[in-house]
């Protein structure tokens, strides 16, 4: 039984190793990169750091508009579909490769297997909404993380083929925890952490601005790993970096450098979705900068809060302390495994 999966974007190497490790003796596997991340330190380093294997199509996509890439992508996986013939195509989560291996999948009449289905944030503006309510709509497997994501079907009428199995991003965790894999603490001084890439909070400089200003104003020092497309527009924009003395920006972590960061750090301010799952598995204090999260649950719990238009109100937010973290949020970290077997008895 063969079974192409279609990764592209950082998020997406993450959620791979669980599912790859989860596959071995019981599915044959056959990988396509697309190509959208392509530096080293939002791609490869992923597959050396976590050993993965490499994968057996890597498309040179790049960066483009958002028709463009998308079709790009369409156009190469089709032909490696086409030569592959799988029982199946697993899709993770939200980016336009996600939407890119669904489609093509969809017209050549393939078994769809999404991973992290159901998730809403219910702005349309976001590229990612658009990408998950298509992809959900045309796969025939669902795998859902939480019960509220599960809803969310239901409520557009996809009933057939959802399972809740938990995040599969909590696996990752759990093996991290299991294996010891945090390392030391960066540095001595007590810090917030930060990353932000999100096009309504970096594409506009005079909102770009607002928001370094902000974080340079923080009562601890702030590390901000800087994202590709942050990196470029502050360049475009001519915001020097050196004029934000309470800011240190370093390059974008590797995966177990990232979760070393977010550890030792007194909070995470992030505009990323896995992020604020990772902050509330690590008992860290999270602040999303955006007007909703698809990520619910961790704000109902008291764990992430969310600002957008004052961002003065991070220094109480990101400050206070809560005393009951719930432990099974998103699963019990056995994702995989769970939706191995559910393809499995499907193809
Ligand atoms: C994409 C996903 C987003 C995910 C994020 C994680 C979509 C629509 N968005 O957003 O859901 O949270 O990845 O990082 O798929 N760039 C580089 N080098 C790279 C990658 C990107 O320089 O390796 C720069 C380019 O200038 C590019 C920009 O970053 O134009 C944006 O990259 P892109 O993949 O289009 O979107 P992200 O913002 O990374």
Same mark, same amino acid.
């Not at 219910?122 to 045309?138: A, C, G, S, Y």
């Not at 010891?180 to 890439?197: A, C, W």
């Given at each position: 039984?063969?079974?192409?999966?279609?990764?592209?974007?950082?998020?997406?190497?993450?959620?791979?190793?669980?599912?790859?490790?989860?596959?071995?003796?019981?599915?044959?596997?056959?990988?396509?990169?697309?190509?959208?991340?392509?530096?080293?330190?939002?791609?490869?380093?992923?597959?050396?750091? #976590? +050993?993965?294997? $490499?994968?057996?199509?890597?498309? =040179?996509? +790049?960066?483009? @508009?958002? +028709?463009?890439?998308?079709?790009?992508?369409?156009?190469?996986?089709?032909?490696?579909?086409?030569?592959?013939?799988?029982?199946?195509?697993?899709?993770? +989560?939200?980016?336009?490769?996600?939407?890119?291996?669904?489609?093509?999948?969809?017209?050549?009449?393939?078994?769809?297997?999404?991973?992290?289905?159901?998730?809403? =944030?219910?702005?349309?503006?976001?590229? %990612?909404?658009?990408?998950?309510?298509?992809?959900?709509?045309? =796969?025939?497997? #669902?795998?859902?993380?939480?019960?509220?994501?599960?809803?969310?079907?239901? @409520?557009?009428?996809?009933?057939?083929?959802?399972?809740?199995?938990?995040?599969?991003?909590?696996?990752?965790?759990?093996?991290?925890?299991?294996?010891?894999? !945090?390392?030391?603490?960066?540095?001595?001084?007590?810090?917030?952490?930060?990353?932000?890439?999100?096009?309504?909070?970096?594409?506009?400089?005079?909102?770009?601005?607002?928001?370094?200003?902000?974080? @340079?104003?923080?009562?601890? $020092?702030?590390?901000?790993?800087?994202?590709?497309?942050?990196? @470029?527009?502050?360049?475009?924009?001519? !915001?020097?970096?050196?004029?934000?003395?309470?800011? =240190?920006?370093?390059?974008?972590?590797?995966?177990?450098?990232?979760?070393?960061?977010?550890?030792?750090?007194?909070?995470?301010?992030? *505009?990323?979705?896995?992020?604020?799952?990772?902050?509330?598995?690590?008992?860290?204090?999270?602040?999303?900068?955006?007007?909703?999260?698809?990520?619910? %649950?961790?704000?109902? #719990?008291?764990?992430?809060?969310?600002?957008? *238009? *004052?961002?003065?109100?991070?220094?109480?937010?990101? *400050?206070?302390? !809560?005393?009951?973290?719930?432990?099974?949020?998103?699963?019990?970290?056995?994702?995989?495994?769970?939706?191995?077997?559910?393809?499995?008895?499907?193809?």
């Amino acid at each position: 039984m063969k079974i192409i999966t279609i990764i592209g974007a950082r998020p997406q190497f993450i959620k791979h190793f669980p599912f790859e490790k989860a596959c071995e003796g019981r599915l044959e596997l056959k990988t396509i990169h697309t190509g959208q991340h392509y530096d080293a330190n939002m791609s490869e380093i992923f597959f050396d750091q #976590l +050993g993965m294997k $490499k994968p057996d199509y890597t498309l =040179s996509t +790049g960066s483009g @508009n958002h +028709g463009e890439q998308t079709a790009s992508m369409m156009v190469e996986i089709e032909k490696i579909v086409l030569l592959e013939q799988p029982n199946g195509i697993v899709v993770y +989560g939200d980016t336009n490769s996600t939407l890119a291996g669904a489609l093509v999948a969809s017209k050549l009449h393939i078994p769809i297997f999404h991973i992290e289905a159901g998730l809403r =944030s219910f702005n349309k503006k976001m590229p %990612e909404e658009v990408n998950r309510i298509l992809t959900d709509h045309i =796969s025939d497997l #669902l795998f859902t993380p939480s019960e509220a994501a599960k809803l969310n079907l239901t @409520n557009e009428g996809i009933t057939k083929g959802v399972y809740v199995i938990g995040d599969i991003m909590k696996d990752l965790i759990k093996y991290v925890k299991e294996k010891d894999l !945090i390392g030391v603490r960066p540095i001595q001084e007590s810090y917030y952490y930060v990353t932000l890439h999100r096009p309504y909070n970096t594409d506009d400089r005079e909102r770009l601005k607002y928001i370094l200003e902000n974080l @340079n104003d923080l009562s601890s $020092k702030v590390i901000m790993a800087l994202h590709p497309r942050t990196k @470029n527009l502050m360049e475009k924009y001519s !915001i020097d970096l050196n004029q934000f003395s309470n800011i =240190s920006f370093i390059e974008p972590q590797s995966y177990f450098h990232n979760l070393t960061y977010l550890t030792f750090s007194d909070g995470l301010i992030t *505009d990323s979705g896995g992020m604020q799952k990772e902050a509330y598995w690590l008992n860290k204090n999270c602040i999303t900068i955006r007007t909703e999260t698809e990520w619910i %649950e961790t704000v109902t #719990l008291g764990g992430n809060v969310l600002v957008f *238009d *004052d961002l003065t109100l991070i220094q109480n937010a990101i *400050d206070k302390s !809560i005393e009951n973290w719930d432990s099974n949020l998103y699963g019990d970290g056995n994702a995989a495994t769970q939706i191995v077997n559910k393809i499995v008895g499907y193809v």
